[in-house]
């Protein structure tokens, strides 16, 4: 059974930075994409990254392209979540999960396994 485990949340003001960071234990990353998700009050979930397996592919939710960056690192079984120049609408509830695949490259859909979230409020 994987875990998956946020952590890095937390209040900053617009223009600021967080980075997240989601521990898996169970197993490696080896075997899993994996995906950052966010949902805002009153909103549906929306994808916001996503990295594969091997790293080499990575994607991004257009509303975050060329503000945050997905980078993993194996040896501590982590994925990270860069977030650069927030907004207040970035504001949200972030959740990693992963997806148990041989596909190449990362999605998100289908993913087996949650983490509980950890809460991003952007505001001044």
């Known amino acids: 059974q994987l875990q998956l485990v946020e952590s890095g949340g937390g209040l900053v003001q617009p223009g600021g930075s967080l980075r997240l960071s989601c521990v898996v234990s169970?197993?490696?990353?080896?075997?899993?994409?994996i995906a950052w998700f966010r949902q805002a009050p009153g909103k549906e979930r929306e994808g916001v990254s996503c990295i594969s397996r091997s790293g080499t592919t990575v994607d991004y939710a257009d509303s975050v392209k060329g503000r945050f960056t997905i980078s993993k690192n194996n040896a501590k079984n982590t994925v990270y979540l860069k977030m650069n120049s927030l907004k207040p609408e970035d504001t949200a509830v972030y959740y990693c999960?992963?997806?148990?695949?041989?596909?190449?490259?990362?999605?998100?859909?289908?993913?087996?396994?949650w983490g509980e979230g950890t809460l991003v409020t952007v505001s001044s």
């Open positions: 999960a992963a997806d148990h695949t041989v596909a190449v490259e990362c999605r998100y859909r289908g993913m087996d396994y």
């Open positions: 169970g197993s490696t990353l080896d075997y899993y994409n």
